[in-house]
């Protein structure tokens, strides 16, 4: 039980809070940033490639400005320039040395953006660099009393470490330049392809098990009613109890406590915060992928003896040779992962114990009707939009959105994240799907399956099959969505929640099953016991 009762736990924390999927932003909107014309750029993330002695030694990255012509997105287009540092080296007023053709690197401050951009252009430079003050980038507008903002150079802004970085190398070399383009991101990156075969393959193993752990137990119950067993005379008392159903009041409180979470994430965020859920992740990793192994290896009749045979671990209780015989194995593959979750492969060992801690999550917690899981789906479609759209007015950032990515960390997010490398993508990155995406629907799913085989209805005259399909759906009209807003993030569960919640209530309506299936969710099944009775008289 104790199994259980933790699984139920890190599902209503931890699991649940990161709901979103989402590839690194290349243009950022901004609705505060002034437009006008001439000044209406959209703020665009620009690669500047350093070459050394005619040799490539690094990359930077930069971002736009709101004023100055669209940036180039192909590099082999992408001119070679010598870079100059400006006298003076805040560019506020006309440079002493020869910029003609050159690219001109300045700092940030004593006067506007858009006077350096005029100064340089005046001076002849090919492109503009501002070197900020901050290690982050920042946005660059025009001031609202500028007339002259019709500057034809690019203008980037990079970074105060770059900066220094490329000052250094212009120190000891007089042969620097650099190249500045903003390449595209792909239509479609493979990554995404199988991101979604993930999510729908973790979905399909988790209900089939949780479909025949039903069934068994169902069965096992029969027969212990035939037996006479008088405390299972009761219909009520014909349920398993290593499960947890979900009820209404869990389904509301499931979102709130979320909510909390959620929000503590954010303010909280911090290099140490991460690494303290990285541990967290790593004990629920290691529960999950225990549960999945022993559970595989047990349907070999090698392992039969051991799965069977049980010992007494002090302070853990009852415990089978099979599972102790895995612990080690497992503990070793979490420890491992979070020892060098920094590395570029660490995601495989992180998407392995998060699709064993899901699918096990999904094997154990249940939704016991429809009801039930409406209102668990609803409050989750509104917690979505709420923390991915609607948080930007009280927090002026997506609470969601800088959670996931762990701003401000030093990390590359929070691990609650299914996540593969986008392949094809110049920018890189990764395509990512949280948890909550995939146990939330997952939970209606597996009840689908699991309303199925105890009614023994097929697949076609089934509900399983359509609500898999639903999901299927729902979860590619996300990553469209996804691509159609140049990789900002979205609340999946936007297009999910309609995609599957509609299907099965719309298809049970027009079958005859809604009423049973919203309130009791399983089919009848008269009591042996009690059959047997009447039988005898």
């Known amino acids: 039980m104790d199994r259980v009762v933790y699984s139920s736990f890190y599902a209503v924390t931890l699991l649940f809070c990161c709901s979103i999927a ?8 901004d609705d505060i940033a002034p437009k006008r014309p001439g000044c209406d750029n959209d703020f665009v993330l620009v690669k ?72 340089a252009e005046a001076a002849g430079a090919s ?32 970074p105060k470490d770059a900066g220094v970085s490329l000052k250094q190398n212009m120190a000891n070399t007089s042969n620097v330049s650099i190249q500045i383009y ?59 109890s290593g499960f947890v159903d979900i009820n209404t009041t869990s389904a509301v409180l499931f979102v709130v406590v979320a909510s909390c979470f959620l929000l503590m994430l954010y303010k909280l965020m911090s290099y140490w915060f991460i ?80 699709i064993a801690l899901i699918i096990t999550v999904l094997q154990i917690v249940r939704v016991p009707n429809l009801k039930v899981g409406t209102v668990l789906l609803g409050c989750a479609f509104l917690y979505d939009i709420f923390w991915v ?8 950032k997506s609470v969601m959105i800088v959670v996931a990515r762990g701003d401000g960390s030093g990390e590359d ?47 076609k005259n089934g509900y399983f099959i359509w609500a898999m399909i639903a999901y299927g759906l729902g979860l590619l009209v996300t990553y469209i969505a996804l691509n159609m807003m140049d990789g900002h993030g979205q609340p999946a569960l936007l297009y999910i929640v309609p995609f599957t919640l509609g299907t099965l209530i719309t298809l049970a309506k027009k079958r005859g099953d809604l009423k049973h299936l919203w309130t009791r969710g399983e089919p009848d099944r008269p009591c042996p016991h009690v059959q047997l009775r009447q039988d005898e008289q």
């Open 127 to 158: 492109a503009l660099l501002i070197i900020n003050s901050e290690k982050e980038l920042f946005k660059m507008v025009c001031e609202a009393n500028e007339t002259d903002v019709s500057i034809r150079i690019p203008v980037v802004m990079l």
């Open 275 to 354: 690494e303290i859920l990285v541990v967290v992740f790593c004990i629920g990793g290691v529960e999950g992928l225990q549960t999945c192994v022993v559970a595989l290896l047990s349907c070999f009749r090698w392992f039969e003896n051991a799965s069977e045979t049980f010992v007494k671990v002090p302070c853990v209780g009852a415990v089978s040779y099979l599972t102790l015989a895995v612990s080690p194995f497992c503990i070793s593959f979490a420890v491992l992962w979070a020892l060098f979750h920094h590395v570029s492969f660490a995601w495989i060992g992180q998407d392995i114990l998060g």
């Open 182 to 240: 903003s390449p595209q991101r792909p239509e479609v990156d493979v990554a995404e392809v199988f991101l979604w075969l993930m999510a729908v393959g973790t979905i399909l193993c988790a209900s089939y098990w949780s479909a025949w752990s039903a069934r068994e137990a169902a069965i096992e119950q029969d027969k212990l009613l035939k037996d006479g067993c008088e405390e299972y005379v009761c219909e009520e008392n014909c349920h398993s």
């Open 22 to 29: 989402f590839a690194d932003d290349i243009v950022h909107q």
């Open 48 to 119: 500047v490639p350093v070459w050394v002695n005619g040799k490539e030694i690094m990359e930077f990255v930069g971002v736009g400005a709101r004023f100055g012509p669209n940036l180039v997105s192909k590099e082999k287009r992408a001119n070679q320039t010598k870079v100059t540092l400006a006298d003076p080296p805040d560019c506020c007023s006309k440079p002493k040395n020869k910029l003609v053709g050159d690219v001109i690197l300045v700092h940030r401050g004593n006067c506007s953006f858009v006077t350096k951009g005029n100064i």
């Open 389 to 396: 759209f609607i948080s930007k007015l009280w927090f002026h």
């Open 413 to 459: 997010g929070i691990p609650m994240l299914l996540k593969i490398p986008r392949m094809f993508d110049p920018w890189g990155g990764y395509s990512i799907i949280g948890f909550g995406d995939i146990i939330l629907p997952g939970l209606l799913v597996a009840f689908s399956l699991r309303y199925d085989w105890l009614s023994n209805k097929s697949l």
